[in-house]
């Protein structure tokens, strides 16, 4: 019973690992179609929206990069948590009732939440400033 347990425990936890990890991939794949630029004008105000020639604002261009890195990181952190929460739990259920183990395994889940709030909060105070930097 307690093989079952843990077996059953280990694929929910790999089932919610996988659905993390590919819910952004999969919600993109069904985007909407582009809309069809009509005029000169509008193609040239596309073109300088999308960062290429002729934008000249340096400003915009360095916090949009500033942003898309804190994005990446802060993206890698919540997986990272993510995982660590994984592990932690499967140690927790493979304890068998040692208090060490058990003690580890709830530190882990600890530090795992502790550091997703620390990161949502610095992701909060990095847009705060660069939002309004200009």
Same mark, same amino acid.
Not at 91 to 120: E, H, K, M, Q
């Given at each position: ?10 694929? %929910? ?33 596309? %073109? ?9 604002? !340096?400003?915009?261009?360095? !916090?949009? &990069?500033?942003?898309? %890195? ?31 183990? &058990? ?13 997703? %709030?620390?990161? &949502? ?7 705060? &400033? ?5």
């Amino acid at each position: 019973m307690k093989k079952i347990f843990i077996t059953s425990s280990l694929f %929910v936890s790999i089932i919610a690992l996988f659905g993390l990890l590919f819910t952004p991939i999969i919600s993109t794949a069904h985007a909407a179609p582009p809309v069809a630029v009509n005029t000169k004008d509008q193609a040239q105000d596309g %073109v300088k929206k999308a960062g290429g020639t002729g934008s000249g604002n !340096t400003a915009n261009d360095f !916090t949009a &990069v500033i942003k898309s %890195v804190i994005g990446i990181i802060s993206f890698l952190i919540g997986l990272i948590a993510v995982l660590m929460i994984v592990i932690a739990g499967f140690r927790f259920v493979t304890s068998n009732g040692d208090a060490n183990t &058990v003690s580890s395994a709830r530190n882990t889940i600890l530090y795992a939440i502790i550091g997703i %709030v620390i990161a &949502v909060m610095a992701y909060a105070i990095v847009n705060f &400033v660069l939002d309004n930097l200009t």
